[in-house]
């Protein structure tokens, strides 16, 4: 049984270049969260997604970063024009169907962004 | 106030001592306390979690003593070993389902 699956693992990009990161949830979840962990820091919480559906977004950057989970597919979160500054890691998790206040969330590997 | 503070940012146990990492927080709408473990370049895995009707939750090695009044928990690790060697964060949620995690805490386990 496939944990929550990322990629790429490892991107570098150039300044104003444009990074999309992908997560596949687990097997059986439909939601998903994007969080972003800078060098020594904990992690931020980004964005909330169901399927087809952005639930939360608070923690979001208001430009340049969005997020989607298709109704077929992985969950994409897309940084346009990047900025040295956006280099992080940053982590998917995802969780099954609500059947609590809050669902124990299972994270991938994460995928490690660098801005040149 | 969403905050979670964690403390020590770093700690140093001998093989077979107690690890003690501590968290506080301040949001009473906070309903579910997990603890991820860490290795470096990997994800954060779970490694416990406690929900307030219960003051202690202990799963193997690893316990969470939870104190709802003082708006505190923690994680205790007991016969540390140096393969429990990691980053360990603790975080809090509730009711929009997003987690918010402390700073963490390097824990190195020594022979």
């Known amino acids: 049984n496939a944990g929550v699956m990322q990629n790429p693992r490892h991107l570098v990009r150039r300044r104003g270049q444009e990074a999309r990161l992908r997560c596949s949830p687990m097997k059986g979840h439909s939601h998903v969260y994007w969080y972003r962990q800078l060098p020594e820091e904990g992690l931020k919480f980004m964005v909330y997604l169901q399927k087809e559906n952005i639930i939360d977004e608070s923690g979001m950057p208001k430009e340049r970063f969005s997020a989607e989970f298709p109704k077929e597919g992985p969950s994409i979160l897309r940084i346009q024009q990047v900025v040295r500054g956006d280099s992080a890691a940053y982590f998917c998790a995802s969780s099954p169907l609500r059947q609590a206040s809050t669902d124990t969330q299972y994270f991938g590997p994460g995928t490690r962004l660098t801005v040149l | 106030q969403q905050q979670v503070k964690q403390s020590p940012q770093s700690l140093i146990v001998q093989k077979g001592g107690i690890s003690i990492i501590n968290c506080a927080y301040e949001n009473t709408a906070f309903d579910y306390f997990p603890w991820y473990q860490q290795f470096p370049g990997k994800g954060p895995a779970l490694l416990i979690a406690?929900?307030?009707?219960?003051s202690e939750k202990k799963e193997g090695r690893f316990t969470i003593s939870f104190n709802k009044s003082a708006k505190q928990f923690s994680l205790h690790i007991m016969d540390s070993q140096p393969g429990d060697s990691a980053t360990y964060f603790c975080a809090a949620g509730g009711g929009g389902n997003k987690l918010t995690f402390g700073t963490g805490t390097q824990l190195k386990v020594e022979l």
């Open positions: 406690i929900r307030p009707d219960v």
